[in-house]
Structure formats: C-alpha cells, structure tokens
C-alpha cells in the first residue's frame, strides 16, 4: 500500500494538497465527522465545496487512520501529540 501511494501523492497538484488539508484539519479537530459506516468503525466524510471523500478511523490511542478516494490513497495524523 505504501508504494501506490507515494505515487500517488507525487502526482498531487498543489490544490489538490491544499483541498486534501482542509479535510484533514476538519477531521482533526471533530473526528467525529462524516457518517457511521455500519457494521464497522470506518467513518466516511465528505467535502462537496472542496470535493473531497475521506474513509477514516480513530484508534484507540486518538490516531486517525484515513483512507482517502480519488487522488490521495491512505495516511494517518496522531491526535495525541
């Protein structure tokens, strides 16, 4: 997984990264956006003003891990430090 998307994020324009960021901020701070993915504990946010989707989860020690569609494949923020 780690390789798609270090090719996938060379190919980010710089909207592409400021747009990515915003979702991600928005997250950061209220993990508890988007909606319940039932039977599972994925949440999926969705910006349509910056036309983004985030697939995400918040781990047990306050990590978000995010599974983006489209341009941005997957990463994770640390809430706790």
């Given at each position: 997984?780690?390789?798609?998307?270090?090719?996938?994020?060379?190919?980010?324009?710089?909207?592409?990264?400021?747009?990515?960021?915003?979702?991600?901020?928005?997250?950061?701070?209220?993990?508890?956006?988007?909606?319940?993915?039932?039977?599972?504990?994925?949440?999926?946010?969705?910006?349509?003003?910056?036309?983004?989707?985030?697939?995400?989860?918040?781990?047990?020690?306050?990590?978000?891990?995010?599974?983006?569609l489209g341009a941005f494949s997957?990463?994770?923020?640390?809430?706790?430090?």
């Open positions: 997984m780690v390789e798609p998307a270090l090719t996938q994020l060379t190919k980010l324009t710089a909207s592409d990264t400021h747009r990515l960021d915003r979702a991600i901020v928005a997250i950061s701070v209220n993990p508890e956006l988007g909606t319940q993915i039932p039977g599972t504990l994925l949440r999926d946010y969705v910006d349509d003003i910056d036309g983004v989707r985030v697939i995400f989860y918040v781990t047990a020690l306050k990590t978000i891990i995010i599974s983006g997957a990463g994770q923020i640390d809430l706790a430090a």
